[in-house]
């Protein structure tokens, strides 16, 4: 960014169906490293490839179209919607329905849609507007709507972040849940999370890899780095 190098000499490998967690302080470059897999910034050098595709060069929209969902820190939502609405929408964008005739918030099969999504992320109440709703149940809409894209790639940035213990459970519980085909990379502060969940953990510190391999061998890793 500018004159600031916040990514260097790091090179990461992700097999299918496995569930990498990022740990790191803040500032580590975490979320920077999230925003070059999506898209949604360019990386200087390198090159990064989703199985046989090299996807350094294409858009955001075009790596979601390939599999790549996204999860947010701060939710971004249409808070004026309802939670039934938010839903139709994500599921007719990843239908490629954006721009036709009619009322896509009546489309049967999108409402279908949305009921199932609902379901498998455990949202109730899909009529409230979100500007209603408790900040839980936003940050679990928000993982639905990345799911709604049917990824082959999930990215969460911090999912449970801002919940109390008891919202937190229950995202944790829905991560847990999620298909075991369906490739994981999440930043997480809450230690609990992270190794409830890791097939493996990676450790970033001044925007490089410091540490990767399995969960019971990052705790002195991890204390190394807060302790130094």
């Known amino acids: 960014y500018g004159g600031v190098n916040v990514i260097r000499d790091l090179s990461l490998r992700v097999t299918k169906g496995e569930r990498l967690v990022i740990l790191g302080p803040n500032g580590a470059g975490k979320t920077s490293l999230l925003r ?30 390939l599999g790549i969902g996204r999860g947010f820190q701060q939710t971004s939502l249409f808070s004026s919607f309802t939670l039934r609405e938010n839903l139709i929408l994500a599921a007719a964008a990843h239908a490629g329905r954006t721009s036709w005739g009619g009322d896509p918030l009546r489309d049967p099969d999108l409402r279908d849609a949305a009921q199932r999504i609902a379901r498998h992320a455990g949202l109730q109440g899909l009529d409230r507007p979100v500007s209603a709703v408790d900040y839980g149940t936003a940050r679990r809409l928000d993982l639905a709507l990345a799911l709604a894209g049917a990824p082959r790639l999930l990215l969460l940035d911090e999912p449970a972040s801002g919940i109390g213990p008891g919202g937190a459970a229950g995202i944790h ?21 992270a190794f409830a969940i890791a097939d493996r953990i990676a450790i970033m510190d001044g925007g490089r890899i410091v540490f990767d391999g399995p969960p019971e061998a990052a705790r002195p890793a991890l204390k190394a780095i807060y302790d130094a």
């Open 36 to 65: 070059l897999i999506s898209g949604e910034a360019r990386p200087d050098e390198g090159r990064i490839w989703l199985e046989s595709h090299n996807i350094t060069a294409d858009t955001a929209s075009t790596r979601a179209r």
């Open 173 to 193: 519980t829905l991560i847990a849940a999620l298909p075991r085909d369906l490739t994981l990379i999440v930043i997480e502060h809450d230690l609990d999370l």
